[in-house]
């Protein structure tokens, strides 16, 4: 079976973590914050926590945003429930946008309408986090300035993001935004098995985020209440999380990070396989404007006129392990408890209907593909 994605770890890879397991220390030592540098100078963001996954990094955005009860979050249903339960981890209330049909991306003129309405009712959210689904950024520039009409915080939830950019940064860089949250699960660009991390270019947020991934602990001097009782000492100042990510993590990040580019040209020039040769199917492909750069995290298409639990079953007997992204967040039985319900959020319903995620990695080899693409052919036509 060809599986959707998979994560490459090679020789150096291995000899980086077995380095640290040798050597250093296996947490808290020199490797995280070596990693967190290497990701400030590839995003061109100020500032970097490494966290234990990109979950861990969307609640610390949220608490360091200053998501507390009472308050709302907004997101979009089509992407995976990390990026809804953040907001009720700190016990605030989750809303949807709707998607747009083509970027499945948030739709700017909903969030538009819904803020203006929300304005009008006195209850506009205190984040909104934006998901760069499949490795393609939303529009920022123009998110941005809604947000900061209404002053709400900004989170990116780019787990599919890095490696991708918008007009001239990169994703992560944070230009457009507050905080932008990374993940490096094995299926995302690079991996650290378990991972993540928070961005920033904010001074202030990067000491909240900071306090939050690490139990709410500094050692600071500076930020102390009262006076230091000397060099042993250290002060809680918030409730915080051990979020810590291990220097064994981090080896194996920090060394992925270096081939981060190879894996998105080979991505890339994968996708641009499957638009050449799917273009005659009665699929939607994937569309890719000039400002963008994808990061291909995921080349999803949309039947046309094929039942999807049709297709999706034959592509898997025929070995081609595609996948579907995603359930929509408010189709969920714990959201539809909390009150959402079918027909509340019909693009992301209708994609959902028809989405199907093909096989994209950087070690697919062009044996495989060409497989993928002949079966897709034989289901279709
Ligand atoms: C993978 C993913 C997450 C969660 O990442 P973890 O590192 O596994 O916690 C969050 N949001 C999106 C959009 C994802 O794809």
Not at 186 to 213: C, D, H, M, R, W
Not at 325 to 353: A, M, R, T
Request: proline share 4%.
């Amino acid at each position: 079976m060809i599986p959707y994605g998979k994560h490459l770890v090679d020789e150096d890879d291995v000899d980086a973590v077995v380095e640290v397991l040798r050597n250093q220390l296996l947490t808290q030592g020199t490797v995280v914050p070596k990693f967190e540098q290497a990701l400030c100078e590839y995003t061109g963001a100020n500032h970097c926590v490494a966290v234990n996954s990109a979950t861990s990094g969307l609640h610390v955005a949220c608490l360091a945003a200053g998501v507390v009860a009472g308050d709302s979050v907004w997101t979009v249903p089509n992407s995976f429930v990390a990026s809804a339960n953040c907001a009720l981890y700190c016990g605030a209330t989750i809303d949807f946008v709707d998607i747009h049909p083509l970027t499945r991306n948030i739709d700017i003129s909903a969030l538009e309408t819904k803020l203006q309405y929300a304005a009008t009712q006195n209850c506009l959210p205190k984040a909104l986090i934006v998901v760069h689904f499949s490795g393609l950024s939303c529009e920022m520039q123009t998110i941005q300035k809604l947000t900061q009409l209404y002053s709400i915080v900004l989170i990116e939830d780019a787990a599919h993001g890095l490696g991708g950019s918008y007009q001239q940064s990169r994703i992560g860089s944070c230009v457009y935004s507050d905080m932008s949250v990374l993940s490096f699960h094995p299926v995302k660009s690079i991996t650290s098995a378990e991972g993540g991390a928070v961005l920033t270019n904010q001074s202030q947020l990067y000491q909240k985020l900071q306090l939050f991934a690490k139990h709410g602990v500094t050692k600071d001097p500076s930020q102390y209440q009262g006076e230091s009782h000397g060099p042993w000492y250290y002060q809680q100042l918030e409730l915080g999380y051990n979020y810590r990510l291990s220097d064994l993590h981090a080896a194996l990040g920090l060394s992925q990070l270096s081939k981060l580019d190879v894996f998105i040209q080979k991505r890339s020039e994968l996708a641009k396989v499957y638009d050449n040769a799917l273009a005659d199917l009665p699929l939607k492909l994937p569309v890719v404007e000039p400002q963008f750069k994808s990061a291909w995290h995921l080349y999803m298409v949309e039947l046309i006129q094929h039942d999807r639990h049709h297709v999706y079953q034959q592509l898997h007997d025929k070995g081609v392990g595609v996948n579907v992204h995603y359930i929509p967040i408010h189709l969920q039985p714990y959201y539809q408890q909390l009150g959402f319900k079918e027909g509340d959020f019909p693009v992301s319903e209708h994609f959902y209907q028809n989405a199907l995620t093909l096989p994209l990695f950087p070690s697919l080899t062009d044996t495989e593909q060409a497989k993928v693409i002949a079966v897709l052919h034989e289901v279709l036509t």
